[in-house]
């Protein structure tokens, strides 16, 4: 026969061995649920603090954009300036030859 001493021993060390299981696994739950509820905290935070951000990026996209049209359309219009003030010293040469040669 088993010693009733040893098994009462066993029993025991068994039980203790079990609490001190569901004591580690309470603590991982109460950790997880605490690490949980920070993390959700600082998910708010930022996605407060990302919001204006992403508003701010959407306006300097726009603004962007808008500088791009501007700027096209000025080189453009520069472009046309530039062969007109061509064309005017063209046509003013050709005057002033004109004018060299019936003065000649």
């Known amino acids: 026969m088993v010693d009733q001493k040893l098994l009462t021993i066993f029993i025991a ?7 001190i ?3 580690i ?7 997880t649920s605490k690490l949980t509820k ?3 905290r600082a ?6 603090l990302f919001g ?5 990026i959407d306006t300097l996209q726009s603004v962007s954009n808008h500088l791009v049209e501007i700027s096209s359309s ?8 530039h062969s007109q003030v061509a064309k005017a010293q063209t046509n003013w040469r050709e005057t002033l030859d004109r ?3 019936i003065g000649a």
């Open 13 to 19: 060390i068994t039980s203790v061995a079990v609490l």
């Open 43 to 48: 998910i708010d935070q930022t996605e407060r």
């Open 52 to 56: 204006p951000m992403n508003r701010v």
């Open 25 to 31: 696994l309470v603590g991982v739950y109460f950790l």
């Open 74 to 81: 000025v080189q453009h219009q520069s472009r046309q300036l």
């Open 38 to 40: 920070q993390a959700n």
């Open 21 to 23: 299981q569901v004591g």
């Open 99 to 101: 004018w060299a040669g």
